[in-house]
């Protein structure tokens, strides 16, 4: 079998359990989806396209734009569906004349940016309701908001490296001036040098000077300062080689040396910074080429069509996620081999669902003895008999986990099978609240004569209190109603005249069938099954695992065996009716007569067939 009370359901089978709910989730999905079309006026999308080709910048700054071709277009796509280009995007649009006011959501929400992973080439594409002007600008506003996004942060990475520069300068030139004093102090007793030395001092000033005035110098100017720079520059060597000739001071000389370090590296940073300068003026721009939109190209709304299927796939998802939830939370039985591995217990009989054979009364047995639950009920007396005997166990309670399984009317029919095969039975109607079985057997008058009470509580005399009823020439059937007594059940059946009735029973009748209460809703359910000998659980077709179990974990704890269990309610199969030629000899002269049960079978075949 595909699915059981003890598995999770699938999909397919949850849908198909609970298609009423299925269609009727879709049902209400497309009646909406109707509503909606119709009160929801006619829309034309209007879509832009604006197209730009990306190219990753190179030079002596790394403005994060180098790299793989592929990861820098996929880069600049992101940068694109950024937060802040439909920020930005938002504030050109409230710039403009007349100005367009769309949130930065509002630009996220309906624009889309594609590209392609073997090209470099960037669409960007929105899309707007009944107004192709607003589709265009907003296009081309996000278009230019990358642009002067990227360009603000080429700006401020370029600046970020000469104010680090700048930095390193200023350090260096406050160094170099330390170590020019500490110099000139070493010299200042040389009078050779002095002249020479004051030369250089200043050379070493105008040279400073120079070389920050280069920076923002026109052409003409500039080539004035590198020739100055140049006579200065071999004044300062020729100082420093007149400075080294006869003197060895190795204090002075570590200063020198770093003095020339100094200088060194100064020009070095000096020099990378007119690098940098020169590259971020000549880099292009991250925007090779752009095709601004012109025309927003309308496409008619999808309209009825989408918004109906879209609302039948969500009543359709939506009724199959529902009736899986339900299958899942409620586990049911399917077939009658299905309880068999929560009780541990073997199946006696399978019970068909009487209104498939059309039959009127509640007792086939008695009523309709041809039929396919008259023959299900003797089979089940017939397996009572046998179990019983082979467990040595005379006295037997049915038990249901709720109420509305059909214990009664399953034991009633069971005993008068067993009576008519010419057992002494006697049955015991201990489900005080309903007295169902003393109803279909005696009638509401037997609910109205001595008892069960009588004889636990009054001490009558079990046979003054037996009433019996007549299944057949010289067999009779022997019914203890509940009795007249109002009385606390749990206490009644905890006493010892209870368990001597019992013992008495079992010593006068080759069965004694109990009808207890539900033992899941009712207490003295339990006292009552710890009377008998063994149980026999009803299992209805439909009926819950869960509460089953819970039924099965009771009885554990009470102690009382299971005999087994019958299945009650199932689905009729062809098989079972197939019983007119085996019942013959078996029911004899009690048999209906041969017309009326061609009529019958007749009849049931028609409908079987339908």
Known sequence: MSENALTEPTLFS????????????????????????MLRPPKTIYTARASLVVQATAGGLDLGTSGNPQRFVANQVEILRSAAVSELASQILEQQDPPIVLTPEDVTASLQVESSSNSDLIDVVFSAADDPVVAVRTANAVVEAYRQLVASEKTAVTAAALERIDAQLVTLDERAQTLASQIADRLAKDTALIDLRSEYEDAIVEVVLLEREAQTADITRLEEIRARLGDLRNLIATYRSVRSIGRDDPELDALQGEQ????????ALLERRDSISIDVELSPDVVAFSSPAQVAMPSPDSGPGRALAVAIMLGLFGGVGLAYLFASRVRVFHDRMEPQVILGAPLLADIPDFTQEGLKTLLPVRDEPRSASAEAFRFAAASLELKMTRQNAKSLAIISPTLGAGKSTVLANAALAAARQGNRVLLIDADFGNQVLTALLAGDEGTQGPGLTEVVGEGLPLDRAIRR??????????????????????????????????????????????????????????TLASLVDTVLVLVAHGGSATQLEEARSRLNLIGVPILGYVYNGSPLRREMTISEGSTADVLGDMSMPKDDGEKRKSGFVKRWQR
């Open 14 to 37: 949850a849908a198909w359990r609970y298609r009423w709910l299925v269609a009727i989730t879709t049902l209400v999905a497309l009646g909406l989806g109707i509503a909606f079309v």
């Open 260 to 267: 020339d370090q100094i200088l060194t590296r100064r020009d």
């Open 469 to 526: 009823i007549q299944v057949g020439p010289d067999l009779l059937l022997s019914l203890l109603s509940r009795g007249r007594q109002p009385v606390a059940a749990a206490d009644l059946l905890r006493s010892r005249e209870a368990r001597g009735l019992f013992d008495t029973a079992k010593e006068e009748f080759d069965l004694v069938l109990v009808d207890a209460p539900p033992l899941l809703q009712v207490a003295y359910a339990s």
